[in-house]
């Protein structure tokens, strides 16, 4: 489906002029502080963030799925979703896909289709955490990792193969996740592991495109519970800098353990231009893959502030892949990857605010009640009327997931697909 211009302009009417007047006070607050707000606001209506192919339909756990209605069941369904998401808050402009759940039939139509919904490919996938149908070898014990050489070989295969379906579409990076680890300690040689893994690693790097850039993920455990073999930023760093220039970190905010300050492992990151790409989500606990912001709003600012300190300061460092990484058990995927992509922009446009230069000099006096009270003064604004008029400006809606929800968009895809389809994903 696609979302009409003129049925979204009628919704957006409703709550305009109470839009210009909040707009209008915040906008002369922060001219009055120095704010140039008109490239503030061009910057937040540039800031896109890729949506996951699998993120589209219902997650699960363990213990069970609760199917959502209306799920695409295609590739191109997919795509479409991402259009919606696209069409209502003008801030998803690319779709992540993930090999071999979504490999294309019809490349050409399916580049068509994205390019009619202004969509662009996004870092593609790579999956050796499953065993596919047909496959010769398993990966129950490991694939880039594997002391087996004929898993490994198909594991490496398989990056291969997804660089070249990726090459396709037009993407231009390739994102490892590796499951590789082990449940019980002695069950594997952890520097043989991690020596394997290097390899494989430096392999699939050897038959990337020149243009192309590998981001490697990390992950303390699960799907493994004792060991994972890229276990942390330091390892994944590790092995991007023996693979080359064109190799980088991607940080997932939930793959990390309770408290870790991944603000400071950002910053550490883009001095040494190495954060290449990035998975948003929010946790309480673990990877819990929740609506980014839900749980941490604060956090997610300090690892903005980082984000965009870095961006400004960091010329060795390239604009990192931003994408959700999210998993929807209870809502709607797309009103919560709605509610994502706004807190997203949200936490963003705050950093913006952060006054770097009287930080700095707060800094340099020791003044710590300065520093913080900067910080959070920037956090505390309420940037809301900065990102409708981002969105207003793109042609989006000025309440995305108002305007979802009165142009029926679920009720029209549950008409179009019916109740019964499964989105392939996590
Ligand atoms: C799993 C992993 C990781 C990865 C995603 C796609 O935890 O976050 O990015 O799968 O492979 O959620
Ligand atoms: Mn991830
Ligand atoms: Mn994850």
Redesign the pocket.
Known sequence: MHIQKDALQSVNTAGLDRHEAEFAFLADRLTADGVDVEALVGDLADFQVAI?S?ALGAGGTRFGRFSFHGEPGSLEQKIDDVGVLHALTRAAGAVSL?IPWDTPTDYAAVKERAAGHGLSFDAI?S?T?QDQAGAARSYKHGSLSATDEAVRRQAIDHNLEVIEIGGRLGSKSL?V?LADGTTFPGQRNFQRSLTQTEDSLRQIYAGMPADWKLYI?Y?PY?PNFYSTVIQDWGTSFMLANACGERAYTLV?L??HLPNSNIEQIVSTLMLKGKLGGF?FNDSKYG?D?LTVGSIKPYALFLIFTELVFGMRNNPQNPDPAWMI?A?HNVKDPLEDLVQSLEAIREAYAKALLVDQESLAAAQADHDVVTCQELLQDAYRTDVRPLLQCARLNRGGALHPLRAYRQLGVRETLIRERGKNTVATG?
């Open positions: 996951p699998w993930h996938n999956n955490f994102t996740w993920e992950k699960e997932d939930g793959h998975h990877d893959d990484d998993s996590l």
